[in-house]
């Protein structure tokens, strides 16, 4: 079992820096193909393709609100590993496209790759006491609390917010999107055990 508080500052750094890049890029790769995702990240990219606004910047406020709860339930080092996550991941968003380009990616690959890399990264930054704020720290609260898998109760919202995005989004876009968020929830299902490590 691994405890976040025994993690180095150095471990602690390395940790949240690549579940961030990780996210980042799978987040390019979302805004690229148009995709949406559950989640912060899918109520997040719904505001700003209908509405034109900033995606980073849209997932930078929408978070925000809850790292009060956060900070209320999980005490101060995860709610200032959260906001470091948060800010960080917003801004890397924001420059990641002048960075890195993209000319063609098969739906089907670009799904499993973004689904994996939320996977990922979701992992790394929560292994070190951290998360990527939002709806999140409810199902990390939910999960620590009851044992209930913090995987299947994403996968439950998600279909909530997939069966919205019906209406907003293409069909064929909205399937491949689908098959994404399959993929980042089940990763965190199989991996994201209590008895293996504790989030706090």
């Not at 299902?189 to 293996?196: E, I, L, P, S, Y």
């Amino acid at each position: 079992m691994t405890d976040p508080h025994q993690h180095s500052l150095i471990e602690d750094a390395q940790g949240l820096a690549f579940g961030i890049c990780m996210a980042a890029v799978g987040m390019h790769i979302l805004t690229f193909m148009g995709f949406v995702a559950g989640q912060t990240t899918g109520v997040a990219a719904l505001i700003a393709y209908t509405t034109g606004w900033s995606f980073p910047l849209v997932y930078f406020g929408i978070s925000l609100p809850f790292l009060w709860l956060g900070y209320r339930r999980m005490g101060w080092r995860f709610a200032a590993k959260t906001f470091v996550a948060v800010a960080a991941l917003s801004l890397l968003t924001a420059v990641l496209p002048q960075w890195l380009s993209f000319d063609h990616i098969s739906p089907a690959f670009a799904a499993i790759l973004f689904g994996g890399l939320f996977g990922i990264a979701a992992l790394s930054v929560v292994r070190h006491g951290g998360s990527f704020g939002g709806i999140s720290i409810l199902w990390l609260i939910l999960q620590d609390r009851t044992g209930f898998q913090a995987g299947y109760a994403q996968l439950i919202f998600d279909a909530a917010l997939f069966a919205l995005s019906f209406w907003l989004i293409d069909w064929h876009v909205l399937g491949w999107s689908f098959l994404g968020a399959v993929v980042f929830n089940l990763f965190l299902a199989v991996n994201h055990r209590r008895d293996r490590y504790i989030a706090t």
